[in-house]
Antibody, heavy 119, light 108 residues
């Protein structure tokens, strides 16, 4: 069965960076895009970008351009999302999600990683 | 940028009711729209893609329709387990995406 297991909660200071991992299993890692979506407390979903695990190509939402970097390590079927220059309003649950039949949609989701930015 | 506006922002209905949630795009997006359900404390779940195609395993009481700028998600007979927040999502040819602001559905 498809599983995405994310790294644990993080507490960071403003200005720092955070790197969240997403380990995939149960399917061919290089066969499906991985999207990243975040959700601030009590708020809606915000799409951040995707990575093609096969090629390493990425596409980031405009709101995150210059601050987000998505990478992958195919040898361990793991995708990463690094967000830099953290602000308090970056406090959120960050999800990785595997694409579905339509590469733009998200069919399987990780459990989420809570990132708290606080001085 | 194309904006997605959902309505209503919240809604309360009785078990067995027919429920409709609307999503409007500021410009035409053909049928490039998906619907997600997020129950309290859970990860989102995709219900519908390509505006009207039901994701495998999703109950048939859920349906989607629309094209261009106006889309609807319909629950034909509301069940207690349908309490959730529902999001529309438009997606683009470069696989980027934008979510609507969500509609909170409760049981009356």
């Amino acid at each position: 069965q498809v599983q995405l297991v994310q790294s644990g909660a993080e507490v960071k200071k403003p200005g720092a960076s955070v790197k969240v991992s997403c380990k995939a299993s149960g399917y061919t890692f290089t066969g499906y895009y991985i999207h990243w979506v975040r959700q601030a407390p009590g708020q809606g979903l915000e799409w951040m970008g995707w990575i093609n695990p096969s090629s390493g190509d990425t596409n980031y939402a405009q709101n995150f351009q210059g601050r987000v970097t998505m990478t992958r390590d195919t040898s361990i079927s793991t995708a990463y999302m690094e967000l830099s220059r953290l602000r308090s309003d970056d406090s959120a649950v960050y999800y990785c999600a595997r694409a579905g039949f339509f590469a733009a949609t998200q069919e399987y989701w990780g459990q989420g990683t809570l990132v708290t930015v606080s001085s | 940028d194309i904006q997605m506006t959902q309505s209503p922002s919240s809604l309360s209905a009785s078990v067995g009711d027919r429920v409709t949630i609307t999503c409007r795009a500021s410009q035409g997006i053909s049928n490039s729209l998906a619907w997600y359900q997020q129950k309290a404390g859970k990860v989102p779940k995709i219900l519908i893609y390509a505006a009207s195609t039901l994701q495998s395993g999703v109950p048939s009481r859920f349906s989607g329709s629309g094209s261009g700028t106006d889309f609807t998600l319909t629950i034909s007979s509301l069940q207690p387990e349908d309490v959730a927040i529902y999001y529309c999502q438009k997606y683009n040819s470069d696989l980027s995406a934008t979510f609507g602001q969500g509609t909170r559905l409760e049981i009356k």
